[in-house]
């Protein structure tokens, strides 16, 4: 499959409304994908600890500077990883007549 098919499915789970000439198959896959995903934000949490740890090892302005864009960068990956398993899990509910359920 494409990238902008994959982006085209991603985009209408997004905003929960499917085209008429998409396959409900894939949306549902796709939907499914974005739930199963939550896990990852576990594992990024670990990877902003293990971060702010870096800085505590070798304190420099420098370490703190990489360390704290480090840990910007892995909260906005959690909230966008929540978020798209929200988008999912509201899509699933709102087309159960795709076979979310």
């Known amino acids: 499959m494409s990238w902008s098919h994959r982006r085209r499915l991603q985009r209408q789970v997004r905003r929960g409304t ?16 974005a739930v199963g995903q939550r896990w990852l934000a576990v594992l990024i949490a670990g990877l902003a600890v293990v971060s702010v740890g870096q800085v505590f090892l070798g304190f420099a302005s420098f370490h703190a500077v990489v360390g704290v864009v480090l840990v910007v960068v892995w909260v906005v990956l959690i909230v966008l990883v929540l978020r798209g398993a929200r988008q999912g899990e509201a899509f699933l509910r709102a087309n159960p007549d795709l076979g979310g359920r």
Request: aromatic letters at 0%.
């Open 18 to 33: 499917p085209e008429l000439d998409e396959d409900p198959t894939l949306l549902v896959e796709t939907a499914r994908q």
